[in-house]
């Protein structure tokens, strides 16, 4: 019910759309108003002068006709950015034809009652229910009001009674033009208020998207860092029917790199270290991230228990390390950077955790380490030795 009765904007609209979505949204509300009263002014006048079509019965149904029409009509008009400009005149339509009506009762009435209610009473409405520019309201309201001006002229027998009439409306009117005023810049400005509301929420959540990216770096590699990868892991643990595996690397002999270069070398060794694994991993659809110091990680999951292929993927990656040839004339092992990798057994990606997989890739390291360097250790060749 609330879906169809009301029109929802989409964020970044424009102000004429977001204006006459609200006006219609007010138009349906007036418009079951109008149609409530119109069946209730009906409905007594049945009982008091039974069936009959006096001049006020067809004025009541002319009004219910129109507005049930125009109720329909908006209840099942889609919200769509092409149909914004056809709403907005068909309700501004409405409301010019509803202030006619009310002046044309108005008029009918100097024969009788000598009133001009119900003329104000549909002006009074419609810059309640219809905010709009200073040219609409003038075409609306004052091309009305000079008409039915001449009208009552004619109708109204008494001179002083028509002049008090005119004076009424013209200090109604001149209070109707303020109000129309100052809703239409209250609507503006709160259009102006939800644009840079929505402009700040978007800034805030890039600057949100951007710090939550920069948080799971390694600033120095740019490769994912320890958080990064444990935010992967838990997205991809608890998948059914995959297996993991996991590769732990370390650069041989770090330390005496960065005494003999010095830290800043150090660091670019870091760096052209990572991009050469970052290759290797992209081409592989393997995870890579720092995980510490001269540390990285590697995790990969498949859908296969079988071990070779993550085997072969760690002797790739050293031997594309190794062929980098980055000069090492400190180490005591080679001429050149080496790394030692040890890899982790294949588990059931929803039965292990990330300690028991990270400490079997560990272990199967510092049994490469133990072996001499620049080699790779599976952690099935520790528990075996053991």
């Not at 309201?137 to 002083?160: C, G, K, R, T």
């Not at 990216?213 to 935010?231: I, Q």
């Not at 992967?232 to 650069?251: F, G, K, P, R, T």
Request: proline share 1%; glycine share 4%.
């Amino acid at each position: 019910m609330q879906s169809l009765l009301f029109l929802q904007t989409k964020p970044g609209c424009s102000f004429f759309s977001q204006l006459t979505i609200d006006n219609v949204n007010r138009a349906k509300i007036s418009l079951i108003i109008v149609i409530i009263f119109e069946v209730a002014l009906l409905i007594r006048n049945i009982f008091e002068h039974g069936f009959s079509l006096h001049y006020y019965v067809i004025f009541y149904i002319v009004l219910l006709t129109v507005s049930a029409v125009s109720l329909t009509l908006l209840w099942w008009m889609p919200n769509k950015e092409q149909h914004i400009r056809f709403l907005d005149r068909f309700i501004f339509s409405y409301y010019v034809f509803f202030i006619f009506w009310g002046g044309a009762l108005t008029v009918l009435d100097q024969f009788s009652y000598g009133q001009v209610t119900a003329y104000l009473s549909n002006v009074l409405v419609g810059v309640l229910m219809y905010h709009c520019s200073m040219r609409k309201f003038m075409v609306m309201q004052f091309i009305p009001l000079v008409i039915i001006s001449f009208a009552m002229y004619e109708a109204q027998a008494n001179e002083d009674i028509f002049l008090g009439h005119m004076i009424n409306i013209t200090v109604f009117m001149v209070f109707a033009t303020i109000g129309s005023r100052f809703l239409y810049n209250v609507a503006a400005q709160n259009h102006m208020q939800r644009e840079l509301l929505s402009e700040t929420n978007e800034e805030l959540e890039a600057l949100n998207t951007e710090l939550a990216y920069l948080s799971m770096r390694d600033e120095l590699t740019t490769l994912a860092n320890r958080r990064g990868l444990y935010h992967y892991m838990d997205q991809h643990l608890q998948v059914e029917n995959q297996q993991v595996s996991a590769v732990i690397l370390d650069i041989d002999a770090f330390k005496h790199y960065n005494d003999f270069y010095g830290h800043l070398e150090g660091d670019h060794a870091l760096r052209m270290v990572a991009k050469i694994l970052q290759q290797q991993a992209g081409a592989e659809k393997t995870f890579v991230a720092r995980y510490g110091g001269e540390e990285f990680m590697f995790v990969r999951f498949h859908h296969d228990d079988d071990n070779t292929t993550i085997k072969a993927f760690a002797e790739q990656v050293r031997q594309a390390v190794f062929e980098a040839q980055i000069p090492h004339a400190a180490s005591p092992f080679e001429a050149v950077l080496s790394v030692s990798l040890g890899v982790s057994h294949s588990h059931i990606a929803t039965e292990v955790n990330m300690t028991q997989l990270f400490k079997e890739a560990d272990e199967a390291l510092y049994e490469a380490k133990r072996s001499g360097r620049n080699c790779v250790r599976y952690y099935e060749e520790v528990t075996i030795e053991i």
